[in-house]
């Protein structure tokens, strides 16, 4: 027996870094749906126009006396049911997302006393669209330093709380839904691997929800104004989307010598069709890597990517090679590259 050779693999094993792999994802979207044809009879649209501009054919809607936790803990009954964990036995839980349930506590406050988390704390991230990519980040920071073994990292939004069913400019655009995936330390060497993550403040004049804040507290002026809807002005925000979210996934690819070839699946935020396409063109990408639920979901913010990853598990296999994009308010953008964990 070599004790040297022994001794020397150790010590690299101690050193090498530990890293997070998402080991079980669980998705909900509500029951009810609102389709292109529901919309032509609440403003001034047509099915063709939201098809061809964004991808999207029906949206899921949250029952109004539900909020955004309740999407959560769906999410995250399924994933312990699926990782045959019990809820005791997780450390953190970070909610992505622009529509918490109240201003404070945070949604995931709630969400880790409904499931019975007992020993998790638990916080919200609010990066828009990036939330999940953002929230994945932080997550596996925890794994990877040793502090924590189980996290939960959920991306969630009932958009249908702040979108106005009277402008067409957004209520065709966006839907409710949510997904979580459990982070735990990887076996091997799959897990998550590389992230680039982006803000400019410049996003704010056109991507926002003025009221509610410290700045606008709601009053009948911000009622009567309609502050406290989404307000979006898409065509600026498009010419963002379609360079930055492009240029990331392109900066991600080269910094870790991946190729069109190498990269598995794109899970891309799914905010148009167009966006996407141009960010598969961008990474030279087969069509058939590129993952797309938008025509079922519309734009569910901080939900897309995670409800891709629940769509799609079954496709996934140990060790492929993934992309995670994404542009959102704020400016907020980003990309993450992992290794999936395990097959399903
Ligand atoms: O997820 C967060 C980040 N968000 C995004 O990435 C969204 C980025 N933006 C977009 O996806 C697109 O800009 C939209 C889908 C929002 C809009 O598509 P567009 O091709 O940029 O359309 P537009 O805003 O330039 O509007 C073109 C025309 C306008 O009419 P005129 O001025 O040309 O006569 C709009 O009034 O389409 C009109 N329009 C509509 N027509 C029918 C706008 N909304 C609608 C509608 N139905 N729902």
Known sequence: MNFQFLKLQRIEAKNKPMRAAITAVGGYVPEKILTNQDLEKMVDTSDEWIRTRTGIVERRILEEDKATSDLCIKAIEKLLDKRGISAEEIDLVIVATVTPDHAFPSTANIVTHKIGATKAWGFDMSAACSGFLYALDTGSKFIESGKHQKVIVCGADKMSSIVNYKDRNTCVIFGDGGAAVLLEPSQDENGIIDSVLKSDGVGIDYLNLKAGGSK?????????????????????????????????????????????????????????LRIIDATARRMELDEKKVLINISKYGN????????????????????????????????????????????S
């Open 216 to 272: 606008h507290p709601s009053s009948h002026e911000t009622i009567d104004n309609d502050m406290h809807y989404l307000y979006q002005e898409g065509k600026t925000v498009f010419k963002f989307a379609v360079t930055n979210m492009a240029e990331v996934s392109r900066e991600i690819m080269d910094r870790n010598n991946l190729t069109g070839d190498s990269v598995d699946y794109l899970c891309a935020h799914q905010a148009n």
């Open 300 to 343: 569910t913010t901080a939900g897309t990517i995670p409800l891709l990853f629940s769509d799609f598990e079954s496709k996934f296999k140990k060790g492929d090679n993934i992309v995670l994009a994404a542009f959102g308010g704020g400016f907020t953008w980003g990309a993450i590259y992992l290794k999936w964990s395990y097959n």
